[in-house]
């Protein structure tokens, strides 16, 4: 019945068996022997070799699918027990590493750290995997002074974290690579040294950390600084909780979140100064998405190499490579095939919230936005980009909607308004600040510079607050559960197979599943 789906977008079929092997292996984290996999190998083999001999296609289907499950299982259970650490031990001496900036708390100094060993009779046990811990330190005067790569001795005890309500926050952060959590008083802790060595993140940290010291040095100061920071490389850390609620209640939360909007905004700008180079020179084409891709991968090194930001870059470059063999920029399987390459390398992203509103928005976008689209056809072209950008808008709230109500448990009811103000202003903000870097070498003309793009930041943040203030801007407090949220994307999956072919069957279907989502 789905046949000419399924042979259509191939890396769909291959997507579905890991995501379901992933999730079983995150509700049952026991990882299989590796041997186990050899005799997998060995009956796979013979599989295709009977389905080969007998033309038996639905058994070779079968043996696949349990074969990518099994993979999805395994990677998903050794990603859990990668973190699992002994938290059965009362109050003792660790040696641990800050492996992050520390973040200061309300009462507390955070900081992230690797656990490189515990001491045991006065002999240091090291591990090898040293696992990462969250450490609570005292807030005072010294622990202020708590650097990235510090090497201190430490007495606590690491426990799991308690759970907030219903929320089930020992699983979050596991998901996250985070073992536990410890509590450490003052005095009870001293610094060893400093390892001067730094991974790759770590170096891209400091870079951010100079973009936005230059942002303060050219006066941008408040709610403008903090998002100019935000969007343009990741940094969250001066967000004040007015401005936070704002672009939340205006449905503009996406924008604060460095992802795959504002990749696509560099994509499109360098795919637009490119193309007429190789249209003209078409032996220049590969040379030049090359340059478009590295180009892309140090944007994402100046954010500080952030999860969200690797997994649009990684998105952006698959979809620049697979331009040499299609005219289609991207389609719903250029986009299973990312989402099947990124699970099989971390199969815990399948549960960061921000790739799953990535990519289910981007499914919504290729599937339903085209039939909206053609649904009204302006004759002027300012219309006809508004109507497009109308359409995008609700083709991108429809995939995310449900997750949205189910994790915050809220609807911005002005998403639309929202949206026509926020994605032309926050590209061309991206847009300027790219031009006020690149004028980092003349301090005259950056420093006449810095009013464009103060004025860009006063007309995004003030129109955000007057869409805020509209009546019945959101809808709060709302209750969705799991089961609801999966009737509702078991509809739309349906509605998309009546978009290939309309039967009476698949409407009822559909019909059906909707009905059981709002009952």
Same mark, same amino acid.
């Given at each position: 019945m789905?046949?000419h789906?399924w042979?259509? $977008?191939?890396f769909?079929?291959?997507?579905?068996?890991?995501v379901?092997g992933?999730?079983?292996?995150?509700?049952?984290?026991?990882?299989l022997?590796w041997?186990?996999f050899?005799?997998v190998a060995?009956?796979l083999?013979v599989a295709?070799y009977v389905?080969?001999? $007998?033309?038996?296609?639905?058994v070779?289907?079968?043996?696949?699918?349990v074969?990518l499950?099994?993979v999805?299982?395994q990677?998903?259970?050794?990603?859990w027990?990668a973190?699992y650490?002994?938290?059965s031990?009362?109050k003792a001496c660790y !040696?641990?590493?800050?492996c992050?900036w520390?973040?200061?708390k309300?009462?507390?100094?955070l900081?992230?750290v690797?656990?490189q060993?515990v001491?045991?009779?006065d002999?240091?046990?090291?591990?090898v995997?040293?696992?990462m811990?969250l450490?609570?330190f005292h !807030?005072?005067?010294?622990?202020?002074?708590?650097m990235r790569?510090?090497e201190?001795?430490?007495?606590t005890? =690491?426990?799991?974290?308690?759970?907030w309500g219903?929320f089930? %926050?020992?699983?979050?952060?596991r998901? !996250?690579?985070?073992?536990?959590?410890?509590?450490v008083?003052a005095g009870?802790?001293?610094?060893?040294?400093n390892d001067?060595?730094?991974?790759l993140r770590?170096i891209?940290?400091d870079?951010?950390?100079q973009?936005?010291?230059? $942002?303060?040095?050219l006066?941008?100061?408040?709610?403008?600084l903090?998002? =100019?920071?935000?969007?343009?490389?990741?940094?969250q850390s001066?967000?004040?909780?007015?401005?936070?609620?704002?672009?939340? &209640?205006?449905?503009?939360?996406?924008v604060?979140?460095l992802?795959?909007?504002h990749?696509?905004?560099? %994509?499109?700008?360098?795919?637009?100064?490119l193309r007429?180079f190789w249209?003209r020179?078409r032996?220049?084409?590969?040379?030049?998405?090359l340059f478009?891709?590295?180009?892309l991968?140090g *944007?994402? *090194?100046f954010?500080?190499?952030?999860?969200?930001?690797?997994?649009?870059v990684?998105?952006a470059?698959?979809v620049?490579l697979t331009?040499?063999?299609s005219?289609?920029?991207?389609?719903i399987n250029?986009l299973?095939?990312t989402a099947?390459l990124?699970l099989l390398?971390r199969?815990?992203?399948?549960?960061?919230?921000?790739?799953?509103?990535?990519?289910?928005?981007l499914a919504?976008i290729?599937?339903?936005?085209?039939p909206?689209?053609?649904?009204?056809?302006?004759?002027s072209r300012?219309?006809?980009?508004?109507w497009?950008?109308?359409?995008?808008s609700v083709a991108a709230q429809?995939?995310?909607a449900?997750?949205?109500?189910?994790? *915050?448990s809220?609807?911005?009811?002005h998403?639309?308004?929202s949206?026509?103000?926020? &994605?032309p202003?926050?590209?061309?903000?991206l847009?300027a600040?790219? &031009?006020l870097?690149?004028?980092t070498p =003349?301090?005259?003309?950056q420093?006449?510079?810095?009013?464009?793009?103060?004025?860009l930041?006063?007309?995004?943040n003030?129109?955000l !607050?007057l869409i805020e203030n509209?009546?019945?801007?959101?809808l709060?407090?709302?209750?969705?559960s799991? &089961?609801d949220?999966w009737l509702?994307y078991l *509809?739309?999956a349906?509605?998309w197979f009546c978009?290939?072919?309309?039967?009476?069957?698949?409407?009822?279907?559909?019909?059906?599943?909707?009905?059981a989502?709002v009952?």
């Open positions: 789905y046949s789906i042979q259509k $977008y191939p769909l079929r291959l997507l579905i068996p890991l379901v992933i999730v079983c292996g995150d509700a049952f984290p026991h990882a022997p041997r186990f050899g005799v060995v009956a083999t295709l389905c080969h001999r $007998y033309s038996l296609q639905q070779y289907g079968v043996w696949a699918f074969l499950g099994l999805g299982y990677g998903a259970a050794c990603a027990e973190t650490y002994d938290l031990s009362p !040696k641990v590493r800050i992050d520390p973040e200061e309300k009462r507390s100094i900081c992230p690797h656990v060993g001491f045991v009779d002999t240091l046990q090291t591990d995997r040293q696992p811990f450490l609570y !807030k005072d005067s010294l622990s202020a002074r708590l790569g510090d201190l001795l430490v007495q005890h =690491l426990t799991q974290p308690r759970n219903d089930d %926050y020992a699983r979050f952060l998901r !996250k690579g985070v073992s536990g959590t410890g509590y008083p009870r802790w001293r610094v060893l040294g001067s060595a730094r991974t770590q891209a940290l870079y951010r950390e973009v936005v010291g230059l $942002y303060h040095r006066g941008f100061q408040g709610d403008n903090a998002v =100019l920071a935000a969007l343009t490389v990741g940094d001066d967000l004040s909780e007015e401005i936070v609620k704002t672009y939340s &209640v205006a449905g503009a939360s996406h604060l979140s992802s795959g909007l990749i696509g905004f560099l %994509y499109a700008l360098l795919w637009w100064m007429p249209a020179w032996w220049l084409k590969p040379f030049l998405l478009l891709v590295a180009a991968w *944007f994402a *090194f954010t500080g190499l952030a999860s969200p930001v690797v997994r649009s990684i998105m470059s698959f620049a331009s040499f063999c005219s289609k920029l991207l389609t250029s299973a095939a099947f990124m390398v199969p815990l992203w399948l549960f960061d919230v921000s790739f799953q509103l990535s990519f289910l928005s919504a290729l599937v339903f936005q085209p909206l689209y053609a649904c009204w056809t302006p004759q300012i219309l006809r980009y508004v497009g950008l109308i359409t995008v429809i995939g995310c449900p997750l949205v109500m189910l994790y *915050f809220q609807f911005p009811t998403f639309l308004l949206n026509l103000l926020v &994605v202003l926050s590209s061309l903000i847009y600040a790219v &031009v870097l690149a004028l =003349l301090p005259g003309w420093t006449g510079f810095v009013p464009v793009v103060e004025s930041l006063n007309w995004q003030g129109g !607050k509209l009546p019945f801007s959101s709060d407090q709302l209750e969705v799991v &089961v949220v509702f *509809f739309l349906l509605l978009l290939h072919r309309f039967t009476f069957r698949r409407v009822c279907a559909a019909l059906l599943a909707l009905l989502c009952v």
